[in-house]
């Protein structure tokens, strides 16, 4: 498609709003504005498919975040937004469409053209084939042990909804997530397995991809090590105990695979969760919760789609990155979730957030003369109150928070969720409202901005939905940044230089290498 967006910083409204914040932005005062206006709670806060959403302790007023809107518009974002639900291929430097929105639309859904329709009963039909799949590894009681190998996306959202839905997880099944390449990792975990019990899934689009692919034929020789065989007609055949997650059928036979699911070149990885790579999720809760899953991600989708920008809170969320990255040049942003079981959102956020948006250019290759994506990072509460937190009260850095709670406690130890929501609200209010004290050690100056997302309980609904208001915010940002977020060109080099290095350490060899990395591979080559 023909990327029709104005970058933000050429249009009337950025003019607008750097004179607003030197005007009113830089000496903003949360407590003089809740003094000052009864009903701003009521203003900056609002319910989205099932998250509720608290913006009114950030620094903004109701002129800021009128010319944010007026910067979208300006944007075009509306129309990259439609665009995007069109099928169309916003994703101009790989020249494709990104349509992750589909893998949860409703099988009898209207849709906006005949390439969309044509695409979602191929959806449907990969997803019947998926569910029903993971219904019978959920039925075999003599495989109790699920690995999944992949990295990136294909790992990373997974393993945040499994942990997640922990509460939901079929007793006899464990999940396990492998994706670094160091052996540490799948050695340390293949010791507590038995082959005959164990089923492996490889994730990888190309199977190709270098580190999942290494940790994959190091699993297989383990596998034949402990009895397995290649023969696909033996009991415990290398074909019954391996599925792979991947368009590259052929190369999974050749690996030993016979049973494959696959997935669209418009599945980012970062985005995959809901395709053909949750086949772990659905073994692990069961397809009617995956399906509730989709649905609850399906929810935001249309909320996204069809909300007034005033009231989209993904669109809200996306501004106020914006009007932080780029006015308050505020450099980072922590996710701290009180909840044990979205322990993973903040490394998941972190490839969902600065591998989209971590560009120094824009959609056309032409250098942004701004910031963006911040630098995303976070622990769960209450741990992070007793190792960060210090800084955010105290230290010269403004740092906006982002608070998750459930209204609901989970299964276990039910009577502990008061303490931690008292904590949670607590350390919201203690960085608005700061404290007095004539000894400086003492003193907390407030004034500092979070955001509190609640969702009612933590199931699979919400928890689709909390994640499709971060894909969607992440967009938001993105195209008025006027940057594609659909690809990942910085992921490439590493892995580039990594094949030639490799076969370095083994010989020694450094001609035509820097002086700083010859001299550490002779230092590694050393003992």
Not at 244 to 267: C, K, P, Q, S, Y
Not at 404 to 415: K, V
Not at 425 to 431: T, Y
């Amino acid at each position: 498609m023909t990327d029709t967006r104005t970058r933000c910083d050429r249009t009337p409204a950025w003019g607008l709003l750097q004179d607003h914040y030197e005007r009113m932005g830089r000496g903003f005062d949360l407590r003089g504005a809740f003094a000052s206006d009864a009903q701003r709670f009521a203003r900056f806060s609002q319910q989205a498919p099932h998250v509720f959403a608290d913006l009114s302790k950030n620094l903004i007023d109701a002129r800021a975040e009128e010319l944010l809107l007026q910067l979208a518009r300006e944007s075009g974002l509306e129309a990259y937004r439609d665009a995007m639900f069109a099928g169309e291929a916003i994703n101009n430097t790989e020249e494709r469409a990104v349509m992750h929105w589909l893998l949860r639309t409703p099988r009898d859904a209207q849709t906006p053209n005949a390439t969309v329709a044509a695409g979602l009963q191929e959806v449907h039909g990969t997803l019947d084939t998926m569910l029903a799949l993971a219904e019978r590894v959920r039925a075999d009681d003599a495989i109790t042990d699920i690995v999944n190998i992949g990295i990136g996306g294909s790992d990373l959202g997974p393993s945040v909804v499994v942990k997640a839905l922990e509460d939901l997880r079929h007793p006899g099944k464990r999940l396990h997530f492998i994706s670094n390449v160091d052996g540490m990792e799948l050695g340390t975990m293949l010791r507590q397995l038995r082959p005959e019990n164990t089923l492996f899934l490889i994730a990888s689009k190309t199977f190709t991809t270098a580190e999942t692919m290494t940790n994959a034929h190091a699993a297989r020789r383990w596998f034949v090590e402990h009895g397995g065989s290649d023969d696909r007609a033996a009991p415990l055949s290398l074909s019954r105990h391996f599925y792979a997650l991947t368009t590259n059928i052929e190369a999974a036979r050749t690996f030993g695979i016979d049973t494959t699911l696959g997935f669209w070149d418009w599945v980012g990885g970062r985005y995959s969760l809901w395709s053909a790579i949750g086949l772990p999720i659905a073994i692990a809760i069961g397809a009617e919760r995956f399906r509730a899953l989709l649905a609850g991600a399906h929810a935001m989708d249309e909320h996204f789609r069809s909300a007034p920008l005033a009231q989209n809170l993904p669109v809200r969320l996306g501004l106020l990155d914006v009007w932080y990255r780029n006015f308050h040049g505020f450099t980072s942003r922590s996710v701290a979730p009180y909840s044990h079981g979205l322990r993973r959102l903040p490394a998941y956020l972190q490839q969902l957030e600065m591998e989209s948006n971590g560009k120094g250019v824009d959609a056309r290759g032409e250098t942004l003369p701004f910031a963006t994506s911040p630098v995303i990072w976070g622990e769960p509460g209450t741990n992070g109150q007793h190792a960060f937190f210090q800084m955010i009260h105290q230290g010269p850095d403004i740092v906006p928070v982002e608070f998750i709670a459930l209204r609901e406690a989970g299964r276990d130890l039910a009577d502990q969720h008061p303490r931690l929501l008292a904590n949670a609200l607590a350390q919201a209010k203690a960085l608005m409202l700061g404290r007095a004290n004539d000894d400086g050690h003492k003193r907390f100056t407030g004034n500092r901005p979070s955001t509190f997302l609640v969702l009612e309980r933590l199931d699979p609904a919400s928890l689709g939905a909390l994640v499709a208001l971060y894909e969607h915010r992440v967009f938001v940002s993105g195209a008025v940044w006027g940057i594609n977020s659909f690809d990942q060109w910085g992921v490439e080099l590493g892995k580039v230089l990594a094949k030639d290095l490799e076969p370095r350490l083994a010989s020694g060899a450094t001609e035509g290498m820097d002086a700083s990395t010859a001299g550490l591979v002779a230092h590694l080559r050393a003992g």
